[in-house]
Structures are given as structure tokens and as C-alpha cells.
């Protein structure tokens, strides 16, 4: 993902023991931006059985700094996700420098 010429949006679905059950593309965009709908991966985790998620998402212009719109997807991903009793372990940002986990900067 880290060299991808566009922004993927990945799913990490998990079972109640943190395995896991699918990794998905959940979107793929522009060189700037992608699109997710927490709703959509809700709805695949009820199909799933999933219990946890950890997401992650790419930058292709290698910036390891979280947008404003990364900050409030992930935040509306996450209360989403807490009424349905599924777990948000953590969002992964990827790019060309290396990683940063929104979990590890108090972001999640």
C-alpha cells in the first residue's frame, strides 16, 4: 500500500480471539482522497461475525500526518462501531516513511 498510486482503504476484520477473518479493500480513490461509509463496514462485520477491526488506509503523497477528514472518519467509524458492540483496535496510516498508528498518537 505504501507505493500505491492511489489511496486504499483496507479492513481488517477479526473474531472474538483477534484472528483474523477477512482482509478487505473496502475503497480505493484519487491520489489525494478516498471514500469509506462506516455503515458499509459495519454491515460487513455483521455478515462476517466480526467482532474487532482494525482499519488502515495509505498516503501516496508519503505524508505520515493524518487529515482532519482521516481524524472524523475514524471518530464516526468508531462510535458507529461501539453500537454495535464492534471493536475499533486501530487505524493505520501508510505511506513510502513508514506508519503511524492513531491508537499509539491518541488519536483512536
Given at each position: 500500500m505504501a507505493f500505491?498510486?492511489?489511496e486504499q482503504f483496507r479492513?481488517?476484520?477479526l473474531?472474538?480471539?483477534n484472528a483474523l477473518l477477512r482482509d478487505e479493500l473496502a475503497g480505493s480513490g484519487s491520489v489525494s482522497s478516498v471514500h469509506v461509509y462506516p455503515r458499509e463496514i459495519l454491515k460487513r462485520c455483521l455478515e462476517l461475525g466480526a467482532t474487532a477491526i482494525i482499519v488502515a488506509h495509505n498516503h501516496p503523497s508519503g505524508r505520515l500526518v493524518p487529515s482532519r477528514s482521516d481524524r472524523t472518519m475514524t471518530r464516526n467509524l468508531v462510535n458507529a462501531a461501539?453500537?454495535?458492540d464492534v471493536a475499533v483496535h486501530d487505524?493505520?496510516?501508510i505511506?513510502?516513511?513508514g506508519s503511524l498508528s492513531f491508537r499509539r498518537q491518541g488519536l483512536l
Open positions: 500505491a498510486p492511489n479492513v481488517l476484520y473474531n472474538a480471539g461501539r453500537s454495535l487505524h493505520i496510516l505511506a513510502r516513511e
